[in-house]
């Protein structure tokens, strides 16, 4: 069973960047592809980005293409999702989690998540 730990969420202003980490243990985590997911309130949890295990491919929702990067370090077992230009449709409990199908399906574990909030 994997445990997935989220930080790095905040309070930012409209424009501002954030990087959040992911961390997990219980796999072989160089053998999953990972993604981030998010879920804003009153809505359902939607695809954020997801990279595969070598970092060969990566794949975006297209409200955060060319404004999100996401990035993996095996030797950490940590995923990381560098936001910037964030607005506040960004809002929303940021989750990682083992992508289950290729490239927006993920594995039914869940962490904490981390909690993003944008003012205007």
């Not at 961390?23 to 009153?42: E, I, L």
């Not at 939607?46 to 060969?56: D, H, K, L, T």
Request: charged share 15%; aromatic share 10%.
């Amino acid at each position: 069973q994997v445990q997935l730990v989220e930080s790095g969420g905040g309070l930012v202003q409209a424009g501002a960047s954030l990087r959040l980490s992911c961390v997990t243990s219980g796999r072989t985590f160089s053998s999953d592809a990972m993604g981030w997911f998010r879920q804003a309130p009153g809505k359902e949890r939607e695809f954020v980005a997801a990279i595969s295990q070598s970092s060969i491919n990566t794949y975006y929702a297209d409200s955060v293409k060319g404004r999100f990067t996401i990035a993996r370090d095996n030797a950490k077992n940590t995923v990381h999702l560098q936001m910037n230009s964030l607005t506040p449709e960004d809002t929303a409990v940021y989750y990682c989690a083992v992508v289950h199908r290729w490239p927006d399906v993920p594995n039914d574990s869940w962490g904490g998540g981390t909690q993003v909030t944008v003012s205007s």
